[in-house]
């Protein structure tokens, strides 16, 4: 990815298009179908392949472009929604993939996953934090971004009570204060992981076209999160056993940093099963398992929180490396 926009006509142009492609996959949400909810998964998508292929200025456009889209039609609380759920994140991490450029300098080396996925983790929990706090502030007006989660996991709950028969175990407000301290944290959980998709789909279909300058990173190898990260995530933790509001907040910081050590976890065990007979075997195993269950996933982000301080890759001293990582 080019780390410096080239303003043209035709590239403003391509970022605007991509803009606006990325808010109308957003829009189909509001529609409340199913396919709509499939479709708005690949929101992030345009917006990400306009900033790896024509650079991170271009990419910023696109994103305000679709933001502003939004906000006029259908209302600004669903433009904040795209902007904080979809465009920023989306924005940021390909900007850490291009070494976070800052006027003249990088901050960072060029093509770091590991920096790209902590500003996607990071941004969505601040964002559902925000939320939750502004929900409280202005009267549930800035909650409004979380309602159709809010609204899913009721039913789940509810069904889920009905299914086992529980009787008065469960009372309908301590399945509702369930959900409420549930639900910011699965949903920032859940954007982080398909907008860590989306941005693999995006680096290969740019790279595929040719617009990728640099070459693929090695993501094995070379995902790792900052380890200030491991201390915010017990921060969150540790607040996730606080009352409602403050218990919800906890959750929306733990639960996607927990998602991307988890990715570090999955590059720790690809980097160790390389060169291995059995790899495609144990990784689709492993992925199977991941795909049904979720829960597994717990183990990995431990695995990845215990990468930060113990350096496994580096403790293996004879292993190929591959031009092409899977």
């Known amino acids: 990815m080019p780390d410096r926009s080239i303003y043209s006509p035709w590239n403003f142009g391509f970022a605007v298009v991509g803009g606006i492609a990325s808010a109308l996959v957003f829009a189909v949400l509001g529609r409340g179908q199913f396919e709509g909810f499939l479709l708005a998964h690949l929101a992030p998508l345009p917006l990400m392949i306009v900033a790896l292929g024509l650079g991170i200025g271009h990419g910023a456009t696109a994103a305000l472009f679709g933001a502003l889209l939004l906000s006029i039609w259908p209302n600004w609380l669903f433009g904040m929604a795209y902007g904080l759920l979809v465009a920023l994140p989306a924005w940021l991490s390909c900007w850490a993939l291009a070494g976070a450029p800052l006027g003249r300098s990088d901050r960072l080396a060029p093509a770091q996953s590991g920096w790209a996925i902590a500003a996607q983790s990071l941004t969505l929990a601040a964002a559902v934090v925000f939320l939750i706090g502004g929900a409280k502030i202005a009267d549930g007006v800035l909650g409004a971004p ?57 680096g290969r279909l740019t790279q595929i076209s040719g617009m990728l300058k640099q070459p693929w990173p090695d993501v094995a190898a070379q995902f790792a999160l900052p380890r200030a990260l491991s201390a915010l995530l017990l921060v969150g933790a540790g607040l996730a056993f606080a009352p409602v509001a403050l218990g919800a907040a906890g959750l929306a910081i733990a639960l996607p940093l927990g998602l991307a050590f988890g990715f570090q976890g999955l590059a720790v065990t690809h980097f160790w099963l390389r060169g291995s007979a059995s790899s495609l075997l144990v990784l689709s195993v492993l992925y199977f398992c991941l795909g049904v269950f979720g829960a597994p996933m717990i183990l990995f982000s431990l695995l990845g929180l215990a990468d930060v301080f113990l350096h496994f890759r580096q403790k293996k001293t004879a292993s190929p490396t591959p031009t092409e990582v899977t």
Do not use: F, H, M, S
């Open 146 to 202: 979380l309602l159709p989660v809010q609204q899913q996991l009721d039913a789940a709950l509810e069904a889920i009570k009905a299914e086992n028969d529980l009787g008065g175990a469960l009372k309908p407000e301590e399945i509702k204060l369930i959900a409420q301290r549930w639900a910011p944290g699965i949903l920032a959980l859940y954007v982080t992981l398909w907008q860590a998709l989306n941005l693999w789909a995006a």
